[in-house]
């Protein structure tokens, strides 16, 4: 049966490679808290996979992983700027300033929630006017891909981390969708990132085949030594590490990620643009991961949901859908959604 839903890629399943990792790394013991031998190859396969010498920790949620990196970059006092609509402003509970003792978290403005470099420079430039009464400018957070499903050039980054370097600011990536993020940016890992101006990136591995596995990656070795001490304070020190490890190790062996991600993202360009074809329908942002933003005419995004089809409305939105595709999204699921919008389009 054609799977019918495009609520989100967390709703996907496991890939086989990952599973069949899981059970070999479920052979007999193996040391805990991280000093396991696939954690350190885990390691040494991400050093070769962004070119340098980087400081791996594995976590199994987004949200810790934002945190922890927001926590070792800013100073209590520190400011954060992310775009207003980043995962981390909105859909975190709080929790980067919980964390980081209380930073301040502000959003920036941007077309299709990439924050614009003249508007980070003007930002910055006028920031600390006020001395002690203003947060300190601290960090600047990218998220790759946005939460409006597009996705920062290389050129962008490294604009965007140069104004934010020439400020003093560290630079955080979060990668949630990062593998989504590096297919459509047709670079290499080290060049969307350390090379890029990047200081630390939240690799998500989760929404793109993982069964619970993200890593903070650091590619300044200072910045790490902190780190381990507040991973364990946070309760994300893990004892049956191995497990985490060896799914990152499954998923970034023979290119897995990458063929997920180059999945998703080719089921998500048919989706967006057959729906931009559908009489009523509006495609909201440039699909350039696997997310598909529209505006749906209540009777086209009604038909739809009463034919099966799972789809989120945005929220605080009246009439704006987000619909989602996973590294296993079969072909026929997206043409079925495609051929049941169509028939719907006249009907008013
Ligand atoms: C862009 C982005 N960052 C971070 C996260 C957080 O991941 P988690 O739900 O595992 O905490 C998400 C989850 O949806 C996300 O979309």
Redesign the pocket.
């Known amino acids: 049966m054609t799977r019918r839903y495009f609520h ?1 890629d ?1 709703e996907a399943g496991v890939a086989p490679e990952i599973l069949a990792a899981l059970a070999r790394a479920n052979e007999g013991m193996a040391h805990s808290y991280g000093a396991d031998a696939i954690t350190t190859r885990l390691t040494a396969r991400f050093c070769e996979v962004f070119e340098k010498q980087v400081e791996v920790f594995p976590l199994v ?4 992983a ?1 945190s922890l990196a927001i926590a070792q970059l800013a100073p209590p006092c520190g400011a954060v700027y992310c775009h207003v609509e ?3 402003n909105t ?2 509970c709080g929790a980067p300033e919980f964390f980081a003792d209380g930073a301040k978290l502000i959003g920036l403005d941007g077309e299709h929630a990439r924050i614009d470099a003249a508007t980070l420079d003007h930002t910055l430039r006028h920031a600390g006017a006020l001395d002690v009464h203003e947060c300190k400018p601290s960090v600047l957070s990218l ?1 790759q ?1 946005t ?1 409006h499903g597009t996705v920062y050039a290389r050129g962008e980054v490294t604009e965007l981390s140069r104004i934010a370097k020439s400020h003093g600011l560290r630079v955080h990536m ?1 990668g ?2 990062f593998a989504n993020a590096l297919v459509q940016a047709s670079c290499t890992p080290a060049e969307l990132t350390w090379k890029a101006g990047i200081d630390m990136l ?1 690799f ?1 591995a ?2 793109n085949g993982a069964m619970m596995a ?1 890593a903070l990656v650091v590619f300044d070795a200072a910045l790490a030594q902190e780190l381990a001490r507040r991973r364990k304070r946070a309760g994300h020190l893990l004892s049956k590490m191995r497990f985490v490890s060896a799914q990152l190790e499954a998923y970034l062996h023979d290119d897995l990620w990458l063929r997920c991600a180059k999945h998703a993202n080719a089921a998500a360009q048919e989706l967006g643009a057959g729906l931009a074809r559908v009489e009523g329908v509006a495609l909201l942002h440039p699909v350039e991961a696997n997310e598909v933003f529209v505006r749906l005419p209540a009777h086209i995004a009604n038909g739809l949901h009463a034919a099966g089809f799972g789809f989120h409305r945005w929220p605080r939105t009246d009439d704006c859908y987000r619909l989602v595709t996973a590294f296993d999204t079969p072909h026929e699921a997206v043409e079925e959604l495609l051929a049941t919008a169509r028939e719907l389009a006249p009907a008013r």
Do not use: C, M
């Open positions: 989100s967390n949620t987004g949200t810790a934002n980043a995962h981390l859909d975190e998220s891909a939460e979060d949630a969708r939240s998500g989760t929404k993200e």
